[in-house]
T-cell receptor
């Protein structure tokens, strides 16, 4: 299995809703990432997990809450989002933090619309 | 702050033509990666180059890493409509994450 699977593929939520994005990989990768991508822009790093521990938080607002229940799963909990948070949310994994050499395997993303 | 500048930002050419996309920085990177992203999908890693002057070929795609490891290029020969997409270069510097360029949006017209 060489894939990163993200669910759901599309999500529409109101500003008072609570929802979660899910990401799963079975490649034995030990580093997992959340990226946010706005239209016509490159991906922007949000969080990095290494060996199930939060390694980097790129000053992301607390309305985004990551969770890594085990080495194969990564969640992103969403609460009280704003319309400007609408974007494609990408999960990625890498063999380990030596991402320079191994690169990322990205999922297909969750297209989030906040109304 | 390390930055990667890609050029051109947009490129639209006819099927069968050749093209080159550039990725430049004033910083030295330990590696340069190229990704292709199609609409509604995540980026897919095409290649990683790690040695200054390195050239890698992937079918009709040729990737080069500059001698000083500050720049890279992607050359496509005889472009096909299936090459259409957003091409992203990404630099690694040992900081647990990659720096992405702004991307080149390539359209190949039949």
């Amino acid at each position: 299995d060489t894939e990163v699977t993200q669910t759901p593929k599309h999500l529409v939520m109101g500003m008072t809703n609570k929802k979660s994005l899910k990401c799963e990989q079975h490649m034995g990768h030990r580093a997992m990432y959340w990226y946010k991508q706005k239209a016509k822009k490159p991906p922007e790093l949000m969080f990095v997990y290494s060996y199930e521990k939060l390694s980097i938080n790129e000053s992301v607002p607390s309305r985004f809450s990551p969770e890594c229940p085990n080495s194969s799963l990564l969640n992103l909990h969403l609460h009280a989002l704003q319309p400007e948070d609408s974007a494609l949310y990408l999960c990625a994994s890498s063999q380990d933090l030596e991402v320079n050499f191994y690169g990322y395997t990205f999922g297909s993303g969750t297209r989030l619309t906040v109304v | 702050t390390q930055l990667l500048e890609q050029s051109p930002q947009f490129l639209s050419i006819q099927e069968g033509e050749n093209l080159t996309v550039y990725c430049n920085s004033s910083s030295v990177f330990s590696s340069l990666q190229w990704y292709r992203q199609e609409p509604g999908e995540g980026p897919v890693l095409l290649v990683t180059v790690v040695t200054g002057g390195e050239v890698k070929k992937l079918k009709r795609l040729t990737f080069q890493f500059g001698d000083a490891r500050k720049d890279s290029s992607l050359h496509i020969t005889a472009a096909q409509p299936g090459d259409t997409g957003l091409y992203l270069c990404a630099g690694g510097s040992g900081a647990q994450k990659l720096v992405f360029g702004q991307g080149t949006r390539l359209t190949i017209n039949p």
